[in-house]
């Protein structure tokens, strides 16, 4: 089992703060595979097209990493400020 989080703008589109999902094996792109063939919603939120971060048991990542039972994943939108 892994818990997704979700953050800021995926919150409010996804109308979701977090889940857990049963996970037997796979990288943060497999994740991001099932999540997208859930709908066309999901498939847009999540798409390449868009920016955003992935965070692993609170570190963030910048390529695909293997996760296990238990982990943790956040998926931020990018930040602004000013």
Same mark, same amino acid.
């Given at each position: 089992?892994?818990?997704?989080? *979700?953050? #800021?703008?995926?919150?409010?589109?996804?109308?979701?703060?977090?889940?857990?999902? %049963?996970?037997?094996?796979?990288?943060?792109?497999?994740?991001?595979?099932?999540?997208?063939?859930?709908?066309?919603?999901?498939?847009?939120?999540?798409?390449?097209?868009?920016?955003?971060?992935?965070? %692993?048991?609170?570190?963030?990542? *910048?390529?695909? %990493?293997?996760?296990?039972?238990?982990?943790?994943?956040?998926?931020?939108?990018? %930040?602004? #400020?000013?």
């Amino acid at each position: 089992m892994i818990k997704i989080r *979700y953050f #800021g703008s995926f919150k409010d589109t996804l109308s979701l703060c977090e889940e857990e999902l %049963v996970w037997q094996s796979g990288s943060t792109d497999d994740l991001l595979s099932v999540l997208r063939k859930r709908d066309e919603l999901w498939a847009e939120t999540l798409s390449d097209k868009n920016i955003f971060r992935l965070v %692993v048991n609170q570190q963030i990542i *910048y390529q695909s %990493v293997l996760l296990n039972d238990g982990d943790e994943i956040a998926i931020l939108p990018p %930040v602004t #400020g000013g």
